[in-house]
């Protein structure tokens, strides 16, 4: 610890006598491991009526904007943790993904649901919001993807297997592809849900999704029609790690391209991988075979947390993406540095489930939220270097337990789909009940949290266990 905080000094000292110029200075102490052990809570945000599913920082990071099973949409001057303003998203379900839209002065917001629907909030100069459908998927929306420096096109997926592809200047969305599996013979067959897709921010015109099976595919959109009816299901890469090849019982919670197009690939009850662009399996992955197989260099590999209860997302933290970081079901935040993956440190996130973790773009701070229906913030404001905590073997331990214990039961994509509508149902009839006897919990009163979360497990017969929050 000495020793880093004697390298901090030294940045500080040559930045003072004019060896290190401002630029260098400002990413070598936001890169520093120092710096990621003075993280600690600057403050929190509170203001939503149920969980917070999504977080996002506009392009210079000075505003925040977050949604909830509330369904509505606020508009958070972090800094000073006060709310901007809100308004009703319109959708009819929760709210999993908000995200601002570049170069419109933060005025226009575009949402996703579980209703399915994909909705345009555009702020009007009067202050008030107006909200409309910009498109509509079969099943649930978890996430958006926003092309980089484009103001007018982003992409969604959906649980339908189908990624839409967008273009506000028309108010038109059209259906680019639909995922499908693969099978023995290298053709592809029923549809995959899906759960995530990103841009890579070198090359806009590649996207990855994944989903309910095993494999991370990479696409080019120039290959495609916007019509999916014309269009086949064309990867021109796949990313898989190898033990997990024809296993069919995992799936994928959420990607992360770095600034260098590597894959961040964070797997329900597995682990967290890191794939370099050589790595990857082609476009039909089953046709590699053995020897083939084992000239491919293997992914770095991210172990401690656990992902199961909830659709976890992953990122990367520091100027040029130095650390790779996760929630987990524990309630912690797990932080490695993707060269070597050593945990350089684990802080307590939330009461329950850490869900969703958004870097600021700029400066050394952290937003993340779970299952309370807070966000916390952090910053490097700790005087003292942090260091693992001292039951962090225990807690690593019984994660990796916990994920040993889940795969002896063989939980397929359609079973874990079956049990979040037999959850999704329960919550909706208890939600109903609890309206009609005015019954309203607090986030700080509440010792679950805000209600529960849909997870991946079944359920025990008691129907307000699991009832407000949801999968995020």
């Known amino acids: 610890m000495e020793k880093l905080y004697m390298g901090d000094l030294m940045e500080f000292y040559k930045r003072e006598i004019g060896f290190s110029k401002p630029r260098n200075f400002s990413r070598r102490i936001s890169a520093s491991e120092a710096m990621v052990k003075r993280l600690d809570i600057y403050g929190k945000l509170t203001g939503h009526e149920g969980c917070?599913?999504?977080?996002?920082?506009?392009?210079?990071?000075?505003?925040?904007?977050?949604?909830?099973?509330?369904?509505?949409?606020?508009?958070?001057?972090?800094?000073?943790?006060?709310?901007?303003?809100?308004?009703?998203?319109?959708?009819?379900?929760?709210?999993?993904?908000?995200?601002?839209?570049?170069?419109?002065?933060?005025?226009?917001?575009?949402?996703?649901?579980?209703?399915?629907?994909?909705?345009?909030?555009?702020?009007?100069?009067?202050?008030?919001?107006?909200?409309?459908?910009?498109?509509?998927?079969q099943g649930r929306v978890h996430k958006l993807a926003v092309e980089p420096g484009s103001p007018y096109i982003l992409y969604s997926c959906g649980e339908d297997g189908f990624v839409q592809h967008y273009d506000l200047r028309s108010n038109s969305s059209s259906k680019l592809l639909r995922c499908s599996s693969f099978t023995e013979n290298n053709k592809q067959s029923g549809s995959i849900r899906l759960n995530a897709i990103v841009i890579d921010p070198r090359n806009p015109n590649y996207f990855a999704v994944g989903g309910s099976d095993e494999y991370a595919r990479v696409y080019d959109i120039r290959m495609y029609q916007l019509d999916a009816r014309t269009s086949s299901d064309r990867p021109i890469d796949t990313f898989c790690p190898h033990h997990l090849i024809k296993t069919h019982d995992v799936h994928i919670t959420a990607l992360a391209y770095s600034n260098t197009s590597e894959v961040l690939v964070s797997y329900n009850d597995e682990l967290i991988y890191l794939f370099q662009k050589n790595m990857g399996l082609g476009p039909v992955p089953l046709s590699l075979q053995g020897e083939d197989l084992n000239k491919l260099e293997k992914p770095q590999v991210y172990s401690g947390h656990r992902n199961s209860q909830t659709v976890k997302g992953v990122s990367f933290f520091g100027p040029t993406d130095e650390y790779v970081l996760t929630g987990s079901d524990c309630g912690h935040i797990f932080i490695w540095k993707k060269k070597d993956a050593k945990l350089v440190r684990v802080m307590v996130g939330d009461r329950h489930i850490v869900n969703q973790l958004k870097p600021h773009p700029c400066i050394p701070v952290l937003a993340t939220c779970g299952i309370e229906k807070t966000i916390k913030l952090w910053a490097p404001t700790s005087k003292d270097v942090t260091p693992l905590p001292p039951d962090v073997q225990e807690m690593m331990e019984a994660n990796r337990r916990g994920r040993e214990d889940h795969s002896r039961v063989t939980l397929t994509p359609d079973m874990i789909m079956h049990v979040l509508r037999l959850h999704r149902r329960q919550a909706l009839a208890y939600i109903e009940r609890r309206e009609n006897l005015g019954d309203v919990d607090s986030d700080d009163d509440d010792d679950d949290g805000g209600g529960g979360a849909y997870v991946l497990g079944f359920s025990d017969g008691e129907e307000g266990e699991n009832s407000e929050c949801s999968i995020s």
């Open 52 to 137: 917070v599913n999504t977080i996002d920082f506009n392009a210079t990071g000075d505003v925040l904007v977050s949604g909830s099973d509330d369904r509505r949409v606020i508009l958070w001057d972090w800094a000073t943790a006060t709310s901007k303003f809100s308004y009703p998203s319109g959708h009819m379900d929760n709210i999993f993904q908000t995200k601002f839209m570049p170069f419109t002065d933060d005025r226009k917001i575009i949402t996703a649901s579980a209703d399915g629907q994909v909705r345009l909030g555009l702020v009007l100069e009067n202050g008030r919001v107006e909200t409309k459908k910009v498109g509509k998927h």
